[in-house]
């Protein structure tokens, strides 16, 4: 037998219309092509199975044609199951689309931060927008990163056990500041440093109306060369100015002591409550103690291999619990910790 002029060009016309076929078809249409070409008497099985009354030359054209026309369909087929498979799986997610306007109502009501989170927040943001990063550090923390590398000897009074809560059999503590921040952050990286570290710390200490063993903290740093007290000066004041929007209230550095810093002070803000004539508030003095600051020690930078020659810093350590405490004018800490909604509710 002889093959036709148009055998092949029919082949090909073939599978063209039957891959048109399959792209619209469903899966049991898709069976029935299957069969209809491929099956014990489909139309490309028959002609491979003719192939013996062809000679040899016809044979290894048909059977290369037909073999070529099968793969083609097979993948087209296994391509459109596969269509059909994800579309039923996206129809089906879209009936069970979740309805969560239904949510409202049920008779949830809304929860909010914690005001000591909403201070923190709002630190951070203020710092933020005065060119610092924020970096974080661990709570439990080792003797050298609490105490010895921030100029803190071991004969130290504040790392007397009353202060600080040992753990492992003395081996960490859990930090009593977050100045060993500046540590880890100093050792990481190379000046220039302008960084806040917000975090909790604890003392073991006894809670009153202004004390407890827990409570929050933000670290600033600053490192570079040429970074002097102006600088320090400048920036605290901004802080204070941008975040108690006060311009007009007086602040003052007062001089104090802290192992990291050298020289040291503690910040005032004239009290806003009676504008320095002194009141309750300022237990009459006129002014409110806002944070402890200072020009970083030599010897802190010399623990991180910083060239102290070359280098200087400044450093402070703010209260988040006393700034909550002026800002929303409560005065008892402990009720931060008492989780009365009573209380909450009012932030
Ligand atoms: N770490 C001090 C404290 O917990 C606070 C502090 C004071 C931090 C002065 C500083 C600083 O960085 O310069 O009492």
Redesign the pocket.
Known sequence: MKIGPFFMDNIRLIVNEVVKKIKNSDNEMLESVRSEYFGKNGILTKILKSLSHYSIEDRKKIGFETNKAKAILESEIEKRKEDLKKALIVQKMEKEKLNCSSIFYFPFSKGSFHPIVQTMQDIVLAFKSLGFSVAEGPEIETDWYNFEALNIPKSHPVKDVQDTFYLDGMRSLLR??T?PG?VRVMEKQDPPIKVIVPGRVYRNEASDASHSSTFH?I??LRVDKNVTFLDLKVILTKFIHKFFCCGELDIRFRPSH?Q??EP?AEVDIQCFSCKGRGCKICKNSGWIEML???MVHPNVLKCVNYDSELYTGY???IGVERIAMLRYKVDDIRLFYENDLRFLKQF
Do not use: D, P, R, Y
């Open positions: 009593t500041h100045s500046q903290q670290e600033g802290f990291f810093t040291s402890g600051c200072g450093a402070f350590g």
